[in-house]
């Protein structure tokens, strides 16, 4: 069993908020959830400085989006560096230049996958983890964005794979039906114990409660066995304007 964490931890934030104030809650909730891997959106390299040294238990693989190195926001993977070998990783932009820093079609910004094939030390299973962020205005780029992630999904040739992020669409899009539409399924709505609390919040749960955070599994080779969203303050304060979500899956 492993557990697959996504979480947009927001680049920035004000007042009480602010980024001082939330990375110690957002490392908390992360410690205290125990994914064997997860993937961060909107982590600058300030995020990633104080994610790397809040949880020295965790190594990642990822670029900033903005030049392929450190600059502009990362959808890095990280993981237990004690319990996983990590292969083959890379990075691709949502554009129609996957292979260099690119906008692509109708986006607002430049948007970016990661992924990391990990290998249990102990069992030997392993699995591809997939990160992203997609747009947030341009419907196209959402559209071929879920194209390009479930293409380099079935790359794999059969390998298990997971694919988390803040997709920025609701279920029932046409970028989220893409998703679904060939062996990728929706990790909440296949775990026989889920729930069906919104992600998307911006500090006012009152107002905002949109499920926009996924994570989806190959149906052929992942069985989510539990899915969850991190629907609670820390030390009574929000870690961001997203709730993490997390799933318990197997290797079948």
Known sequence: MYRILSSNVLCWGEGEHSIENRIPLVIKMIKEAK???FGVQEAHIRWMTALKEGLPEYDYVGVGREDGKQDGEFAAVFYLKDKFTPGESGN???SETPD???KGWDSACTRIATWVYLTDKETGKSYVHINTHLDHIGPVAQINGAKMISEKAASFGGV???ATGDFNVLQ???????MISGNMADART???DSDDCFTFHWFRPEEYRDIIDFIFVDKATVKPVKFRVVNKKIDGQFYSDHYAIYSDIEII
């Open 35 to 37: 994914p064997d891997s």
């Open 92 to 94: 691709f932009w949502i």
């Open 100 to 102: 260099v820093p690119s």
């Open 160 to 162: 298990p794979v997971v």
């Open 172 to 178: 029932g899009s046409d970028c989220y039906n893409t």
């Open 190 to 192: 296949l775990a026989p």
